[in-house]
């Protein structure tokens, strides 16, 4: 059974910081997604990184899948109140169905 | 919309009772999913469907649970004698197929079994 462990699963910080939120498993993944899901609403997809060692930005997001295609984290620079969310890992199977494993999700709080 | 969209949103229903979950896919989007997220908790997957077949059901925990896909299009969820451990919210996904990665994800119904 493949697992992914994401952590924290919580974090408070204030706005400005700087923060970085890690996936790992010890199985390898087809690809790794990084989803957002706001209360009440399905997760919101904001990046797959498909090659080992990939690096992905947007905006303020760092992206990085690990070159073993094992782990994976999301860094956030000068987080603002507005990335409050859940943050989702999930990663893709190797094989047949493509579907998704997800971590537990981190649930983040910037504070004005 | 565009988007995957699913009926009804809320749902509260007794123990004992069938339920039916309705997803609408993204038109043209051949792969089709079904997720399960308990309160406080990531997602499981239940059922994959390619096309109207559906060659992974491993998620699915028990034979209370059944899903089927007509038209490549609309998939219904069906929960037979809800239990109160069913309670949770019930999300779909599509993809487009082929070699691509990427699921979108309906808002979810929440069910509550009482």
């Known amino acids: 059974t493949q697992l992914l462990e994401q952590s924290p699963q919580f974090l408070s910080i204030q706005e400005g910081e700087n923060l970085t939120v890690y996936c790992n498993s010890s199985?390898?993944?087809?690809?790794l997604q990084w989803y957002r899901q706001e209360p009440g609403e399905g997760p919101v997809l904001l990046v797959t990184?498909?090659?080992?060692?990939e690096v992905k930005k947007l905006k303020r997001l760092t992206f990085q899948f690990g070159d073993a295609r094992k782990d994976s984290s999301l860094h956030i620079t000068a987080a603002q109140p507005g990335d409050t969310g859940l943050y989702l890992c999930?990663?893709?199977?190797?094989?047949?169905?493509?579907?998704?494993?997800f971590g537990q999700g981190t649930r983040l709080t910037i504070n004005p | 919309g565009a988007g995957v969209s699913q009926s009804p949103s809320n749902k509260v229903t007794e123990k004992g009772k069938d339920v039916e979950l309705r997803c609408d896919p993204i038109?043209?989007?051949?792969?089709l999913y079904w997720y399960r997220q308990r309160l406080g908790q990531g997602l499981e997957f239940l059922i994959y469907?390619?096309?109207?077949?559906?060659?992974?059901k491993s998620g699915l925990p028990s034979d209370r649970f059944s899903a089927e896909r007509t038209g490549e299009s609309v998939s219904t969820l069906t929960i037979q004698r809800t239990q109160q451990e069913d309670s949770a919210v019930y999300l779909c996904?599509?993809?487009?197929?082929?070699?691509?990665?990427?699921?979108?994800f309906g808002p979810g119904t929440r069910l509550t079994v009482t």
């Open positions: 469907f390619q096309g109207n077949s559906a060659p992974d």
């Open positions: 038109s043209g989007h051949t792969a």
């Open positions: 199985s390898v993944f087809s690809s």
């Open positions: 990184v498909v090659t080992g060692g």
């Open positions: 999930a990663g893709g199977a190797l094989q047949g169905a493509q579907k998704l494993v």
């Open positions: 996904a599509s993809r487009r197929g082929g070699p691509s990665y990427e699921q979108y």
